[in-house]
């Protein structure tokens, strides 16, 4: 494989690697279409949402467009997150061995070229976007402003995890836009238990470069929580459980949603459980492995819609 087309050094062999075009390649790893993890994840809470609101209202008849509609949408706006910020983490990325291979660092894309896709991008989430009704609409355009400050936090702040969360659990508030075109109390505690669980994933993610971070003055809860970690997670992650159980219970959910908010939560236990911060493997794994949590909860949000619709 050439220099000009190198694989990035936090990827491993994908399909991006072996079967896309070559002149494909840089901007699909901008966009991590290599690494789909933070795709999914941000996805989680958009699925939530939407199998919780319609066990609320009673009718499932949405969700088959609903939810391919939000897979759709949350790929192509992670991917123009990432675009932007590569863009604005160039420098950093070039002096972080994990991330000097990306695309904007070691010149694989151009600054314009990177530019222009995110713009790309950005066309086919809002296409995605106005598949719904005007409240949903104006609710996904407002999480931009999140979004596009989000790659500056670390320089400024030791919780860059909080505004990332506020990004990344955003879909906890789409669901309910779509199904009822308002958003209530019930999608705001969802919300917040989200953004709890959000931090608690990134921290663990964050360990992967605390000491680059702090070679080049990074700011990350990894670095803040440090040897507490553990105490840390035991706090967020058990907080990201109380709260969506409060949404569950203001839902008035079913023995299926209760099930698999336990099954999430032996999932959360489970990777405190095997944490070893000084293994940046480790971490990665745990951290990939907060799709499968997320999955059991939507399976059971997913059912009860199903059971109460029926």
């Known amino acids: 494989m050439s220099a000009g087309f190198a694989r990035v050094a936090d990827s491993t062999g994908n399909w991006v690697d072996t079967h896309a075009p070559h002149w494909a390649r840089p901007y699909l790893r901008l966009s991590r279409f290599d690494r789909p993890i933070g ?93 719904f009704n005007r409240v949903a609409v104006l609710t996904g355009i407002a999480s931009l402003l999140i979004v596009a400050v989000y790659p500056f936090m670390k320089r400024i702040t030791w919780w860059p995890q909080v505004v990332l969360g506020l990004a990344f659990s955003w879909g906890a508030l789409m669901g309910f836009a779509v199904v009822f075109g308002r958003i209530d109390l019930t999608a705001l505690v969802l919300y917040a238990g989200a953004i709890s669980w959000v931090i608690g994933y990134d921290t663990i993610y964050a360990h992967q470069d605390a000491e680059d971070d702090a070679l080049i003055g990074v700011k990350s809860t990894a670095r803040l929580f440090g040897a507490h970690t553990h105490q840390a997670l035991v706090l967020f992650y058990a907080l990201a459980v109380m709260l969506i159980g409060v949404a569950l219970a203001s839902a008035d959910a079913r023995l299926p949603a209760w099930l698999g908010l336990a099954a999430f939560a032996a999932h959360l236990a489970w990777q405190i459980a095997r944490l070893r911060i000084d293994d940046p493997a480790l971490c990665l794994h745990l951290f990939k492995s907060n799709r499968d949590a997320g999955l059991l909860l939507f399976a059971g949000l997913l059912a009860d819609a199903v059971l109460r619709a029926a």
Do not use: Y
């Not at 939810?67 to 997150?81: D, E, N, S």
């Open 39 to 131: 795709s999914w994840l941000l996805l989680m809470p958009c699925w939530w949402s939407a199998a919780l609101a319609a066990g609320i209202a009673r009718d499932a008849g949405l969700l088959p467009l609903t939810i391919p509609l939000f897979f759709v949408g949350a790929f192509v706006m992670r991917g123009a997150g990432c675009t932007w910020n590569d863009i604005t983490d160039r420098d950093l990325d070039g002096k972080v061995e994990r991330t000097r291979s990306r695309p904007l660092p070691s010149g694989q894309v151009t600054v314009g070229g990177a530019f222009a896709f995110l713009v790309a991008q950005a066309l086919v989430g809002l296409l995605v976007l106005v598949q």
